[in-house]
């Protein structure tokens, strides 16, 4: 009798052990699938984004169109952009610029506003570095009207500790829908969270989530633009 039972425990014992082997086996072999396949939807988005942007003939000309008040130069030019840059360039493999800003790309002599759309409509993402300058300026609100009126994707950095209870509408509606990068500058010590490969990993998630949208309405339009060829009897 207790050579039975402890028979019987014994292979209790291995049965639950095998059970739980098997289920650790499928869920690291389901873990493994899964990282595999977003490692290849990443690669697709990258290759898809290389190729949109690096043709010049293709509709986008920019990965990032980075919107900020003039106030804010010294700082954006000095900490933001050279990460934004860096960044691109390595996981693109460039040397070309693909980000946009009103500083070098804004043409002379042009309407403002009509720079900015043009620059947003040849951007994929808007970048907005949300301050307190940047709330009082008309100019860094249209571009966020712009941003939102042409249905962009928004990736916000804002300066910790920002107030943006009298921020307009617009600009309020996406800090309350959106998660966003903050950042702070404190004695000459530039400190932004999360990580630099965090924002920019969002940055190319959003891109690539408007290249596809964009696709889709192409293809729709494409779709709708055949004409219809009338049977004859």
């Given at each position: ?54 043709q010049d003939n293709i509709h ?105 209870s009298s921020a ?66």
């Amino acid at each position: 009798m207790v050579q039975t039972n402890c028979r019987l425990a014994s292979n209790i014992g291995i049965g639950v052990a095998s059970a739980i082997a098997i289920i650790i086996s499928i869920l690291t072999l389901a873990i493994t699938i899964r990282l595999r396949r977003k490692s290849k939807r990443r690669n697709q988005d990258l290759e898809n984004l290389k190729k949109e942007i690096f043709q010049d003939n293709i509709h986008f000309k920019f990965l990032i169109f980075l919107s900020y008040c003039s106030r804010d130069a010294q700082i954006v030019e000095e900490n933001i952009l050279p990460s934004l840059k860096s960044y691109l360039r390595e996981t693109f493999s460039t040397s070309r610029d693909i980000v946009c800003t009103g500083e070098s790309d804004f043409v002379p002599g042009m309407r403002i506003i009509d720079e900015i759309h043009r620059c947003i409509n040849k951007s994929l993402v808007v970048v907005t570095v949300i301050t307190p300058a940047f709330l009082q300026s008309r100019w860094s609100q249209a571009e966020c009207v712009a941003a939102v009126d042409r249905h962009r994707q928004v990736v916000i950095l804002m300066k910790k500790h920002t107030d943006t209870s009298s921020a307009i509408v617009t600009i309020q509606n996406l800090i309350g829908q959106y998660t966003r990068g903050t950042w702070s500058d404190n004695e000459g010590v530039f400190v932004i969270r999360p990580s630099w490969n965090i924002i920019c990993e969002g940055i190319i998630r959003a891109a690539s989530e408007e290249l596809r949208k964009y696709r889709r309405h192409n293809l729709i339009k494409s779709a709708e633009d055949v004409p219809l060829v009338e049977e004859t009897v």
